[in-house]
């Protein structure tokens, strides 16, 4: 059996059973946008929103897609200061700010398991 | 935070199925076709063909991206390639007569069991309770009365001729 790791807790995320952000948790205050863009509601009609969603949705879906074909693999991550790190993705979080991997390869050593903050990487790449 | 981060999904669509060079912080540039552009972080997601078959994709994120160029237009070729790349192997694309073809055939299906069901346009919508939207398969059926739901869903399953449900 595996030995369980200590787990690093984090802000509250958003609630379990709801759609997604709460713009009430401090690590959303903290860290996202408060608003993305969009057009106002008066200045635009309804189709062009409707459009916009339509968008919206298409470019979201290729990316969680993206990061589907990217679980398991091993990824290379670009971070600040010229840090070069590899590590097998796990998961991410919805509003992409940390990413969960799998044996980092730190300078230091190999992390059995790693939260990523998203903010501090530049890029990351990985082969299909 | 760039200004890349407040482009509107318009606009980002724009660059989809493109070559661009993304010029990132530390004076990195990145070169590839734009698979998608996150429209929450803004990231961009470029694909490089390699000649053994293979892709690289690089995905470089929204609060570093400093400038995006674009070298060469979309051509259908490589947005099919884009397409194949990442959608799963069981994906299948209907095309508008089909999907008109196979909502008929459920909406007769539905009346010759004697299901009231109305057409409202995209979706089937059975005694107000559920609705059935394209591409009309088990799977499509939504209702929060999962009694109804299991009833409808098992007759829908059941309907001759509807193949490939998803």
Redesign the interface.
């Known amino acids: 059996m595996k030995t369980p790791v200590s787990v690093l807790r984090l802000p509250r995320g958003p609630e379990p059973n709801s759609r997604g952000f709460d713009p009430n948790s401090p690590r959303y205050i903290a860290l996202c946008?408060t608003t993305?863009?969009?057009?106002s509601g008066n200045k635009a009609g309804s189709v062009t929103l409707e459009?916009?969603q339509r968008?919206?949705s298409?470019?979201?879906e290729?990316?969680l897609?993206?990061l589907l074909?990217?679980t398991s693999k091993p990824v290379h991550f670009?971070l600040?200061e010229?840090v070069q790190v590899q590590a097998k993705f796990g998961a991410s979080d919805?509003?992409?700010l940390n990413f969960q991997v799998s044996d980092l390869q730190t300078p230091l050593g190999v992390q059995k398991e790693a939260l990523l903050r998203?903010?501090d990487?530049?890029?990351?790449?990985?082969?299909? | 935070?760039g200004d890349w981060?407040?482009?509107?999904?318009?606009d980002?669509?724009k660059y989809?199925n493109h070559e661009v060079r993304v010029s990132?912080?530390?004076k990195?540039q990145?070169e590839g076709w734009v698979?998608?552009?996150?429209?929450?972080?803004a990231?961009v997601?470029l694909v490089a063909f390699q000649e053994s078959g293979?892709?690289?994709?690089?995905?470089?994120?929204g609060?570093?991206v400093r400038e995006v160029q674009v070298l060469r237009e979309a051509d259908g070729d490589t947005e099919k390639k884009l397409r194949s790349?990442?959608?799963?192997a069981g994906c299948q694309v209907f095309s508008d007569v089909e999907l008109k073809e196979r909502k008929e055939r459920l909406h007769g299906w539905l009346e010759k069991n004697l299901i009231p069901v109305t057409d409202e346009g995209d979706v089937l919508r059975v005694a107000n309770v559920l609705t059935i939207s394209a591409p009309y398969g088990a799977g499509q059926c939504t209702s929060s009365n999962e009694i109804i739901l299991a009833r409808v869903q098992s007759l829908v399953e059941s309907c001759p001729q509807q193949k490939n449900q998803q």
């Open positions: 946008p993305i863009p969009a057009s459009e916009e968008v919206r298409e470019l979201r290729r990316f897609r993206t074909a990217m670009s600040y010229k919805i509003d992409i998203c903010q990487m530049i890029s990351f790449s990985f082969q299909l | 935070m981060c407040r482009v509107m999904p318009q980002w669509n989809v990132a912080q530390d990195q990145y698979f998608t552009v996150d429209p929450v972080s990231s997601v293979g892709a690289s994709v690089r995905v470089v994120l609060h570093a790349l990442l959608t799963p």
